[in-house]
């Protein structure tokens, strides 16, 4: 099967470790697309679950393995925590193999438009 190329790919609160995903289809998804920039913006492990009631299928270790290969293949790949995976974000400025652990970081459009990328959840009053 033949990859459909994007510029730009963002990832948001797969919730990686829940019960009620649809690995097969980001499997899927991250297995037919090919892009520069790759960004997963928070929750992306659900590290609270995790915490509580451990769940971790085959699946979710697949779905890692193709964001690794992503970025070993030259996807510039950014990880920019959540509140649920917020226990990365002393790792900010770190790279795991080749996966950029970010708090933030601009996103550049081809047009040269630039746009902070950020979680939500920064400005959530409850989790503040």
């Not at 090919?34 to 971790?56: A, P, Q």
């Not at 697949?62 to 690794?68: K, N, S, W």
């Not at 992503?70 to 990880?79: H, L, S």
Request: proline share 2%.
């Amino acid at each position: 099967m033949e990859s459909v190329h994007f510029r730009s790919i963002w990832i948001s609160d797969t919730h990686l470790g829940g019960r009620n995903l649809q690995s097969r289809k980001l499997l899927q998804f991250l297995k037919s697309t090919e892009s520069e920039h790759l960004y997963l913006v928070g929750d992306i492990l659900d590290l609270w679950k995790l915490k509580r009631n451990w769940h971790w299928p085959s699946i979710n270790d697949q779905i890692l393995a193709a964001i690794f290969q992503k970025a070993a293949n030259g996807t510039q790949v950014w990880y920019v925590p959540g509140n649920h995976d917020e226990m990365l974000r002393p790792y900010s400025g770190s790279t795991i193999n080749g996966v950029s652990v970010v708090n933030e970081c601009i996103h550049t459009c081809a047009n040269g438009t630039r746009y902070l990328v950020m979680h939500g959840d920064r400005f959530d009053c409850v989790v503040q």
